[in-house]
């Protein structure tokens, strides 16, 4: 593939490739332009018919951080005992690697009261035209009016030296959450960013699959390219 | 707010902050180097447990796309129908910049099938942790593995001076869609970008809610600055 070295186009290219799900954050608090110019980046997303049907709580106080941090270790470990035991049928570099996350991800789930900032994103489905909610399979269309604001601001931490991951695993504890932040009907939870400065190396290379396993041409199955 | 002049960030909020819904594109195809740069973005996008489960169906085919804006021309006619009564609420300045809008849709509705290409967005509802798919109101979290893909596919469009934009609509079509580029259970469409350079002026200023509007500190409503 050739490349683009228009300075948008590096500088863009550069962040996406780099951008990691970064666990272990330190404690330093992050300053308030630095959090301002991230949800900047979130409200400048689009969403259909431009209405903007997300909110986002950004929890700073401690001991509201530490509820969320208590909510959390209990469902990470509930979720984390079926990723270890996926472990088992790996070996190798694989196996390595996934190990490695894991231990990532376990600090997290003891320490993600401890981030300076946890980001809440909300959504009211009510200000969504969810186009697939009665396809007889689950939905996923109203996400597209979130989830783009919420990879914003994965890639404006990216850009800032800041570490973060999505979790959706919060959600197992929305009632518990409505009520410590005051979320009101119609109005729910969607997506929760731990943020903060890296404790070690932060963003760096990733693991994805290659382009061709991922896109076809012209119908499903079909090679990009060699047509 | 303080600006960020690093050049990654200066950059990447460049694109950000003009990346525009651009409906009136010319029928001149994309360079495979180009589609490929854009779908490279696609697969650099973090989802759930990092195992992407979603797929690209690049529909290049003129056949096919005449296919995919016959069934676009059906779903915006309903669509379109709504957004133009919506209208009637409206005077001044918003009525006409959504009048404007109106139209740059109204053309799309017309024309879907003359893009080079249409990007065909499908995801795996066996392959993602939906969380939020038992608590009785509209599922959402199913989108967190597949709309960053689609952000980082507009985002690249826009360094890449292509225009796009997103639209869910065709989800009501996802049978006859299925059928036509074969795709198989249990995979199903999420997501349909028709890209193309643009006719008129492409991408420029966006206008969204400040982010005082969006974004609260510490609880529902309470303001992030001045406290």
Chains 1, 2 share one sequence.
Not at 70 to 94: F, M, N, P, T
Not at 199 to 208: D, E, T, Y
């Amino acid at each position: 593939m050739t490349t683009n070295t228009e300075p948008m186009a590096e500088q863009l290219y550069g962040a996406m490739s780099t951008l990691r799900s970064v666990r272990r954050l330190r404690t330093d608090p992050i300053p308030d332009a630095v959090r301002d110019r991230i949800l900047q980046a979130a409200a400048w997303a689009p969403s259909g018919g431009n209405v903007q049907p997300w909110r986002v709580v950004v929890v700073q106080n401690e001991a509201q951080r530490r509820v969320i941090g208590d909510l959390y270790r209990i469902e990470w470990e509930k979720y984390g005992a079926g990723a270890r035991q996926g472990l088992q049928h790996l070996s190798g570099e694989v196996l390595e690697k996934q190990k490695r996350t894991l231990a990532a991800a376990d600090h997290l789930g003891e320490h993600m009261g401890d981030a300076p900032l946890i980001l809440v994103f909300c959504f009211n489905p009510e200000n969504m035209a969810i186009t697939d909610a009665d396809l007889g399979r689950p939905s996923v269309v109203g996400g597209g009016s979130v989830y783009p604001a919420v990879q914003n601001v994965m890639l404006a931490c990216r850009v800032e030296g800041i570490g973060c991951t999505l979790t959706t695993l919060l959600c197992f504890q929305e009632t518990a959450l409505r009520d410590l932040l005051g979320i009101p009907d119609p109005w729910y939870t969607c997506a929760f960013l731990p943020i903060g400065y890296p404790a070690l190396g932060g963003h760096g290379p990733i693991s994805r699959r290659a382009v061709d396993k991922l896109c076809y041409l012209d119908g499903w199955g079909q090679p990009l390219k060699g047509r």
